[in-house]
């Protein structure tokens, strides 16, 4: 039977001697709870690349008409010998539609390994990783809070710069049924075609004040509170320099070992479109199939690299933001 240890996280931590800086604190952890961070993270990515591809499946299966209907056309086209470029609006569609269910399974992902993670702080660097891993009730008690964040920061973020978006580009947009609602060059036109632009920027700057509330809720907090927690933590005078500072190179990560992933893995464009293909007779769905292949191989190694970094040192960062008197 295994004894687990809570860490009494609403505490504010002391320490009597000089701390390790954040990076190195989290290498640190990383190194000592490698066994436990790493099962975890081949579990979570596993679990989480399985339910992606299944749910692609799926989609692919509701959405067999409009590939079959793209089929058809191609072939009368071909018959009358006129060019047929295919209209990719009801696949779009059904993407925007579906997004949601991949998001979801995104952000529970990311929850858990947040807890993870932030387990492996609260038992210390220095600490020996303890044995057998937390009972499956505990894990579900930490994960539910962090989760409902993912989910409510993404209210608070997303919803300004998509209807930024929509609102220019039905007021700015090139119709060729309707005019433009709005004169190309006055001052109005000006405005309303550069507030996406500005809508992402205070995007930009919410997500960044609200960074550290999955470690917050992790904590033991409420999403509301985890969420304001972050807020006050970020929007000091050290808190926004050092949490721009941690996002700033693990988004590079990201974006970099995601591009690099996908590049790689584009020799499977091809097997996965002839196999495909072969296999139903739709070379429309046997393309797009292979269009998804490696992006969604990119995702799951660039999760599985930088996701466990990135919640560690997010989680390091919120415990010493929150302790007075610590160094960098």
């Keep these: 039977m295994t ?61 067999w008409p409009l590939f079959t209907r793209m089929r058809n056309q191609r072939i009368w086209y071909h018959h009358v010998e006129d060019p047929y470029l295919h209209d990719p609006t009801g696949l779009a569609l059904v993407a925007l539609w579906t997004l949601p269910l991949f998001l979801l399974v995104l952000g529970t992902g990311s929850a858990a390994l947040q807890a993870v993670c932030s387990r492996a702080v609260a038992a210390g660097a220095d600490e020996e990783p303890s044995e057998g891993d937390p009972p499956r009730a505990a894990l579900s008690a930490q994960l539910r809070p962090v989760l409902a964040v993912y989910a409510l920061r993404g209210l608070i973020v997303w919803p300004l710069p998509l209807l930024a978006g929509v609102v220019a580009h039905r007021l700015t947009g090139y119709q060729l049924d309707t005019p433009e609602p709005l004169e ?35 904590d033991g907090l409420g999403a509301r509170a985890a969420l304001r927690r972050s807020w006050s933590l970020t929007w000091t005078r050290a808190g926004a320099a050092r949490v721009l500072a941690l996002a700033l190179p693990l988004t590079v990560l990201a974006a970099g070992m ?3 992933v996908v590049q790689l893995a584009l020799p499977l464009r091809p097997l996965v479109r002839d196999l495909l293909e072969q296999a139903t007779g739709n070379f429309f769905a046997a393309y797009y199939a292979g269009i998804l ?36």
């Excluded at 640190?28 to 066994?35: N, P, S, T």
């Excluded at 081949?42 to 989609?59: P, Y």
């Excluded at 490696?294 to 929150?322: E, K, W, Y």
């Design 184 to 218: 190309r060059g006055s001052w109005a036109y000006t405005l309303v075609a550069a507030s996406p632009v500005a809508a992402a920027c205070a995007a930009v700057l919410l997500r960044l004040a609200l960074t550290l509330a999955p470690a917050a809720a992790a």
């Design 3 to 63: 004894r687990t240890t809570r860490h009494d996280r609403t505490a504010t931590p002391t320490s009597d001697g000089p701390q390790r800086g954040v990076t190195a604190t989290t290498f640190a952890v990383l190194r000592r709870h490698r066994g436990t961070l790493g099962g975890a993270t081949i579990r979570v990515v596993g679990l989480s690349g399985l339910a992606a591809l299944l749910m692609t499946t799926a989609i692919f299966a509701l959405a």
């Design 258 to 260: 995601l591009r690099l």
């Design 293 to 328: 292949a490696p992006v969604l191989i990119g995702i799951l190694v660039t999760a599985a690299v930088v996701c466990p970094l990135s919640c560690t040192a997010f989680a390091v960062l919120h415990d010493r933001l929150r302790s007075p008197g610590t160094t960098s």
